[in-house]
Antibody, heavy 123, light 106 residues
Framework: EVQLVESGGTLVQPGGSLKLSCAAS????????MNWVRQAPGKGLQWISY????????YYTDSVKGRFTISRDNAENSLYLQMNGLTDEDTALYYC????????????????WGRGTPVTVSS | IQLTQSPSFLSASVGDSVTITCRAS??????LAWYQQIPGKAPKLLIS???TLHSGVPSRFSGSGSGTQFTLTISSLQPEDFATFYC?????????FGQGTRLEIK
């Protein structure tokens, strides 16, 4: 059974840093691209970052570029999101979500999601 | 690419059929997916490639469209269908989602 379990979310002060983790199981992690998606309280979904299966290609939404870094450790079956320079606008539930397998050219959907880890930025 | 869903809020009864529209600010072929989110839960994939039903999703859900105009139709609403629905494009980066359509029981 595919499982994605996020962790690391907590209360952090404005300007602070945090590193989120996503532990994957039930599939060959190194075969799949991955994403982080967030949802502010009472708001919609916002895609924030993508990483290819090998970790060599990454993309970010403009609002987090230069502040957030996505990475992965395929040996540990883990996905990470390093977040620096946090502001109250980063307060959200952060989900990791599985993307396409490496042998597919096109992205079609995010088929598995974790339950999310909450990040609150407040003084 | 902006995705605009309409309506933002929908009230319907069990057994009704409803249609949600998602309009893209530029053509995205059929690189569009639909998700259902029940409060407190992660989004669940319903449809990809604009009209392909994901494994295990009931056949009362259907999608159509291409280019800039897409629809999600739910026929014969069941109690478990009341949730928020999001469209998502995967045409290029940044990937974006529609603002959501909340479906409530009348």
């Amino acid at each position: 059974e595919v499982q994605l379990v996020e962790s690391g979310g907590t209360l952090v002060q404005p300007g602070g840093s945090l590193k989120l983790s996503c532990a994957a199981s039930g599939f060959t992690f190194s075969d799949f691209d991955m994403n982080w998606v967030r949802q502010a309280p009472g708001k919609g979904l916002q895609w924030i970052s993508y990483i290819s299966s090998s970790g060599t290609v990454t993309y970010y939404t403009d609002s987090v570029k230069g502040r957030f870094t996505i990475s992965r450790d395929n040996a540990e079956n883990s996905l990470y999101l390093q977040m620096n320079g946090l502001t109250d606008e980063d307060t959200a539930l952060y989900y990791c979500a599985r993307d396409k397998p490496r042998w597919q050219q096109q992205h079609w959907f995010f088929d598995f999601w974790g339950r999310g880890t909450p990040v609150t930025v407040s003084s | 690419i902006q995705l605009t869903q309409s309506p933002s809020f929908l009230s319907a009864s069990v057994g009704d059929s409803v249609t949600i529209t998602c309009r893209a600010s530029q053509g995205i072929s059929t690189f569009l997916a639909w998700y259902q989110q029940i409060p407190g839960k992660a989004p669940k994939l319903l449809i990809s490639d604009a009209s392909t039903l994901h494994s295990g999703v009931p056949s009362r859900f259907s999608g159509s469209g291409s280019g800039t105009q897409f629809t999600l139709t739910i026929s014969s609403l069941q109690p478990e269908d009341f949730a928020t629905f999001y469209c998502q494009h995967l045409y290029n980066y940044p990937i974006t989602f529609g603002q959501g359509t909340r479906l409530e029981i009348k």
